[in-house]
């Protein structure tokens, strides 16, 4: 059994196939506000949290506090209702997590999304009982590509960063996982493109693709 290893999973884009789901919840919520969400908006705001994309997105006012919170519980309500049934589960992430749990290596979920999200995710994946660690939005004070995130994860597994590897779909996620000090796989998933995730030690299409020796592999490797 492998000790001391971990890997951090984003949660959008890696472990579920999220990005129609959020798409039409922007677009609800625009509608409701009288306001417009377009794709190549919604795709600028990977990675970030809604609040910071509630205000840099829709800047031509400024938005108190209580209405950024109020927008953004109401957006992630509509996403969660949307998920929920169909729950479109990312192919092979449930094997994966399952997999590395049984090679000994320690999981973590570390998301900008809220802790409703995740912990729906998480728990429609079943595997609730291997994620030790959930970072999620209530818990960050600065949206990838700061580490924040990341390092948040590595410390709630009691890992170094040097231990750990990040699984993301973003480049915004890429750049918090190096700025961190964490290898990263990039995840081709809805959305993005390989060349997009160049900037990861490894990219696949598939989770599939991934098995435990090869993420302990590109640990050892390091940051190239």
Same mark, same amino acid.
């Not at 190096?178 to 493109?193: E, K, M, N, P, Y």
């Not at 990861?200 to 940051?223: F, H, K, M, W």
């Given at each position: 059994?492998? #000790?001391?290893?971990? @890997?951090? $999973? #984003?949660? +959008?884009?890696?472990? =579920? ?8 919840? &922007? ?14 908006? $919604? ?14 997105? &829709?800047?031509?006012?400024? &938005? ?8 953004? #519980?109401?957006?992630?309500? !509509? $996403?969660?209702?949307? %998920? ?10 449930? +094997? ?8 000994? $290596? ?13 912990? !729906?995710? =998480?728990?429609?994946?079943? @595997? ?20 924040? @995130? ?8 009691? !890992? ?8 993301? #779909? ?39 693709? !991934? ?7 590109? %640990? ?5």
């Amino acid at each position: 059994m492998l #000790d001391g290893i971990g @890997v951090i $999973f #984003d949660v +959008d884009g890696v472990l =579920i196939d999220s990005y129609h789901a959020h798409f039409q919840s &922007w677009c609800q919520l625009a509608s409701e506000i009288g306001r417009t969400c377009t794709e190549s908006e $919604f795709v600028r705001g990977f990675g970030r949290t809604s609040r910071e994309n509630i205000v840099e997105q &829709w800047s031509d006012k400024s &938005w108190t506090v209580d209405e950024v919170r109020q927008l953004d #519980d109401r957006k992630e309500w !509509l $996403f969660r209702e949307i %998920i929920r049934d169909p729950f479109p589960a990312m192919a092979g992430a449930a +094997d994966l997590i399952r997999s590395l749990h049984q090679a000994g $290596f320690r999981v973590a979920a570390g998301s900008s999304g809220p802790p409703e999200n995740v912990n !729906l995710v =998480i728990e429609s994946l079943g @595997v609730a009982d291997i994620v030790q660690c959930r970072i999620t939005a209530r818990d960050v004070t600065r949206g990838k590509p700061d580490p924040q @995130v990341f390092q948040l994860a590595a410390q709630g597994l009691g !890992l170094p960063v040097s231990a750990c590897c990040v699984v993301e #779909d973003a480049p915004a996620g890429i750049k918090a996982a190096h700025a961190a000090g964490i290898v990263c796989i990039g995840l081709a998933s809805t959305g993005r493109t390989r060349p997009e995730l160049d900037n990861a030690e490894y990219v696949v299409d598939s989770l599939s693709e !991934l098995t435990p020796p090869q993420i302990r592999n590109l %640990i050892r490797n390091g940051l190239r």
